[in-house]
Nanobody, 116 residues
Framework: QVQLVESGGGLVQPGESLRVSCAAS????????MGWYRQAPGKQREYVAT???????NYADSVKGRFTISRDNAKNTVYLQMNSLKLDDTAVYYC??????????WGQGTQVTVSS
């Protein structure tokens, strides 16, 4: 069982930056593919970014060049640095953990609101 706890969400203005974090329990964090997804009001959850055990990253087109996913394996934590935030980035941001085998785990989410 993997517990994921997101933090760092908040209210920012368009163009500002925010970093959200996701802390994972367990001793096998280094083997997990970690990801960020988001869900805006009235919309389906959508993919944002992933990072592999080796640090290879992938991004949705909508955030490419503005968001950066990273991980600190010593702290069992994955981060999402969000720059040049737009109104459309408003959503609940969820992290997930994909072990080499077994189920996908999700955190409870953290709210990011971009508003002027």
């Amino acid at each position: 069982q993997v517990q994921l706890v997101e933090s760092g969400g908040g209210l920012v203005q368009p163009g500002e930056s925010l970093r959200v974090s996701c802390a994972a329990s367990g001793s096998n964090f280094i083997s997990y593919v970690m990801g960020w997804y988001r869900q805006a009001p009235g919309k389906q959850r959508e993919y944002v970014a992933t990072i592999t055990s080796y640090g290879r990253t992938n991004y949705a087109d909508s955030v490419k060049g503005r968001f950066t996913i990273s991980r600190d394996n010593a702290k069992n934590t994955v981060y999402l640095q969000m720059n040049s935030l737009k109104l459309d980035d408003t959503a609940v941001y969820y992290c997930n953990a994909r072990p080499p085998s077994g189920p996908l785990y999700w955190g409870q989410g953290t709210q990011v609101t971009v508003s002027s």
